[in-house]
């Protein structure tokens, strides 16, 4: 094995990106965008030892960290009563936290699934009820839970940015609650939730891309009988590789548990792996990180992102840019009209741009276009930045919103699990363990008609088959880890009539992948969500807060 090979094994689809963090290599509540830089032998040595080091700085902890011996097992399920007041009016809703047990077909326990669950009173059996899944692979659901969704969120600044410890939780105006019974569902290996069976690692065989799609399938099964839910309408949502998720799971689900999808919701998701691991022959992959490279480049300047420059990127990246990139030889000359055009239009220095032959990475741009300025830009959204090292190859400080997120988030569901929820476990809560990503097995991602992949091929037929149902896809304008325009160009092949077409709703928000945590986007998405539920609910949606999408 080379050494190429064995870098490669090492830091797996994760930290390959956490140059870009959340792959589906990756490990992030979001799924990451890989990065493809050359490197030399010794610069390679550095960059991975000092990421693997930074991971598990960063994950230790939580990976060894067990429950003393006694402990026990956490709580089968809590049940707890709630009031929140919304726009002047009070919205009773039951908190139940549980866990879900799967079984193999013998009989014998392979897994526990934690899961907490909103259901507004009184309840309804014709009520809709949404499944919950954030990314990673690895990724608990508390970034949706408390980041956008659920009856109370995280208080976070209008930038976007990972608010300062101590966190606070207070009452959300834009809770789906109001539309939807949530159920927010930990994968196992994430949250509370945990493998059963005799491996040394129980947790293992569910770190694939089937394994996990099939558990899914059977806790959803198990809590639709549990709780007496088999006549609500069902929808899916999922968060970048979460999204991948949903969109196997709508295919999935009708046919090996009888549960037919209403809606899903995708938010910043990954769809296409050759977008996030793309080779030399993929030039479509670059193209997509141009609009939300100008759209960063032009916020941090003071200037509004608005139509223009959206079109003008947009433009470019679909006809002229996978073009150039496929005529260049070599490293292009100075001055190449070509290269000038594009570092003019993500305002990156010509020479950078050059070294790069024209295929600028996340997280290329993230450590140059604020150089100069010492700073280095979140993947995540790319208007957040941090103070970056005097040597920048040596720079593991880490995501500015990535990783105080998995801090952040951390601390507010252990605190809200045990005062709020009334659940209490010696159990470590596992945000974003970092090993899951490091060990997922992506061959079935792959998998589909046509081409398409796994996620891709799922929705088509998903859609062909049940043409009524809804899909709403959203996007934030400066995320560099799943750009918005992946999303637009993706679901523009699906071979469907134009009468389903038609009714694919795609959002563009203010913020980068995490968008929600900006209020104001939080609140616009949570309008779109409700208009799409509104069918299911026999009357005109009424937003649970104001706010207008930016343009698609």
């Known amino acids: 094995m080379n050494l190429k090979q064995r870098l490669y094994r090492l830091i797996s689809p994760n930290f390959r990106t956490r140059v870009h963090i959340e792959a589906p290599t990756i490990n992030n509540a979001k799924l990451t965008y890989i990065v493809n830089v050359k490197l030399t032998r010794r610069r390679a040595i550095v960059f991975v030892c000092g990421w693997f080091a930074a991971g598990w700085l960063a994950s230790s902890a939580v990976a060894d960290d067990k429950p003393a011996a006694g402990a026990g097992e956490p709580p089968a399920l809590v049940e707890t009563q709630h009031k929140v007041t919304l726009g002047g009016h009070p919205l009773e809703y039951r908190a139940i936290a549980e866990t879900i047990g799967l079984t193999d077909q013998k009989g014998e326990p392979t ?12 309840a309804g059996e014709r009520r809709p009820v949404a499944f919950v899944f954030n990314g990673g692979p690895g990724a608990a659901s508390v970034f949706l839970h408390l980041g956008a969704l659920g009856p109370r969120i995280l208080d976070t600044p209008a930038s976007g940015a990972v608010p300062s410890p101590p966190v606070k939780l207070s009452d959300n105006p834009s809770t789906w609650l109001t539309f939807t019974d949530l159920v927010f569902v930990d994968p196992v290996g994430t949250g509370f939730s945990r493998g059963k069976g005799k491996e040394d690692n129980p947790d ?3 770190w694939n891309v089937q394994g996990d799609v099939n558990s899914l399938g059977a806790m959803v099964r198990r809590w639709l009988t549990r709780h007496q839910r088999w006549s609500s309408p069902v929808y899916l949502v999922g968060e970048s590789y979460g999204g991948l998720r ?4 709508a295919r999935s689900l009708p046919r090996d548990v009888g549960v037919a999808v209403s809606g899903l919701v995708l938010v910043s998701p990954a769809l296409d792996m050759a977008i996030l691991h793309p080779d030399i022959s993929n030039t ?8 939300s490279f100008a759209a960063t480049a032009a916020a941090l300047a003071g200037r509004p992102a608005g139509p223009e420059i959206a079109g003008e990127a947009e433009r470019f990246a679909l006809s002229d840019y996978p073009a150039g990139l496929a005529a260049l030889k070599g490293v292009p000359a100075p001055g190449d009209p070509f290269i000038a055009r594009i570092a003019q239009l993500i305002g990156l220095r010509e020479e950078v741009v050059r070294r790069a032959r024209g295929r600028v990475s996340g997280y290329l741009f993230a450590r140059e276009l604020r150089r100069a300025q010492g700073e280095v830009l979140s993947l995540y959204d790319g208007t957040v930045t941090r103070s970056g090292g005097s040597d920048q190859s040596n720079d593991n400080a880490g995501d500015a919103v990535l990783d105080a997120s998995v801090a952040a988030y951390t601390a507010a569901f252990q605190a809200y699990a045990a005062n709020d929820l009334g659940y209490h476990t010696e159990q ?3 945000v974003l363990p970092n090993e899951v990503s490091r060990e997922w097995n992506w061959d079935a991602a792959r998998e589909g008609g ?3 992949g796994l996620a891709l091929s799922s929705l088509e037929n998903s859609l062909l088959a049940h043409p009524e149902t809804r ?9 560099l880890v799943t750009p918005y325009l992946s999303s637009r160009w993706l679901i523009d092949q699906l071979s469907v009539p134009a009468n389903v077409r038609a009714g694919i709703r795609l959002r563009v928000y203010e913020g980068g992948h995490m968008m929600y945590m900006r209020p104001a986007s939080r609140a616009a998405f949570a309008a779109d969500a409700a208009e799409l539920f509104a069918p299911e609910n026999g009357a005109p949606a009424k937003s649970p807060a104001t706010g207008s999408p930016a343009a698609p």
């Open 111 to 122: 897994a526990s699934v934690f899961t907490v669950a909103y259901l507004a009173e009184p």
């Open 204 to 206: 293992k065989p569910f």
């Open 246 to 249: 949903a969109a196997a799971m």
């Open 284 to 291: 479509m992959a670059p193209a997509f990180r141009l609009p």
């Open 428 to 430: 470590p809560y596992r």
């Open 450 to 452: 046509g081409g398409l």
């Open 471 to 479: 899909l709403l896809v959203v996007n934030g304008r400066y995320d």
